[in-house]
Nanobody
């Protein structure tokens, strides 16, 4: 059974940075595409960034492009979301997810395994 566990959330002032990590276990990590999603209060869950099986392809939501970077380390079974120039609108619970597709996927319904989420709060 696949498990994904996020870490690294917290509180930061606008303009600051945070680094989220996601630990994957239970299956061969390189067989899975990975993604980050977020959900703010009273809003739908939205795609943030996705990465393919070997890390040479990624897609970002327009709202985070140029500020966030997704990466993966298949030797350590981890995926990371580096978040820079954070804004109050980035405040949300951030979820790591794994998909059985090896390509980059942006639709949440195509992800098979989800973490419990980690809170990111950006104050102005």
């Amino acid at each position: 059974q696949v498990h994904v566990v996020e870490s690294g959330g917290g509180s930061v002032q606008a303009g600051g940075s945070l680094r989220l990590s996601c630990a994957f276990s239970g299956r061969t990590f390189s067989n899975y595409g990975m993604g980050w999603f977020r959900q703010a209060p009273r809003k739908e869950r939205e795609f943030v960034a996705g990465i393919n099986w070997n890390g040479d392809a990624s897609i970002y939501a327009d709202s985070v492009k140029g500020r966030f970077t997704i990466s993966r380390d298949n030797a350590k079974n981890t995926v990371t979301l580096q978040m820079n120039s954070l804004k109050p609108d980035d405040t949300a619970v951030y979820y790591c997810a794994a998909t059985e597709y090896t390509i980059v996927i942006i639709e949440a319904r195509s992800y098979n395994y989800w973490g419990q989420g980690t809170q990111v709060t950006v104050s102005s």
